[in-house]
């Protein structure tokens, strides 16, 4: 699994989180100072990377979080089996895979197009 470590304090916007053994991108990071005999308390509002459900979680800010390694690639669409379903070629690997294409994204073949990979799944960015 390309995943790490890290304390909840170094976690920003932007930055991607496993949630419930899901890869995430954090929407919302906000924390709220210690009380009298507690540790300061961070709350992360994220979204599925993958899947778009949402999902929040708090934690203390010293404890550990699992971190997943996303890979963003190039791709070349090769042909459009369907208005959904598209053949695309990684750029570096030359693998051929079948992605989904996002419902409001217009591509053709022979497009260039960036994509995450994170443990087998697969998802076209939009421009």
């Known amino acids: 699994m390309a995943k790490e470590q890290k304390e909840v304090r170094d976690l920003q916007e932007g930055n991607y989180v496993m949630m419930e053994d899901a890869a995430c991108q954090i929407n919302a990071y906000s924390t709220a100072k210690p009380g009298k005999h507690g540790s300061a308390k961070a ?10 459900k949402k999902r929040s979680l708090s934690q203390p800010v010293d404890a550990k979080i699992w971190v997943p390694i996303v890979n ?3 791709g070349q669409i090769v042909s459009k089996e369907s208005d959904t379903v598209a053949q695309v070629m990684d750029l570096e690997t ?13 591509i053709q073949a022979d497009e260039n197009i960036e994509y995450l990979e994170f443990e087998g799944q697969r998802k076209i960015l939009q421009e």
């Not at 992360?44 to 778009?52: C, H, L, N, Q």
Request: glycine share 12%.
């Open 43 to 52: 709350r992360i509002e994220a979204e599925g990377v993958f899947d778009g």
């Open 72 to 74: 963003r690639k190039q």
């Open 94 to 106: 030359y693998e051929t895979v079948t992605m989904q294409i996002p419902g409001e994204l217009d």
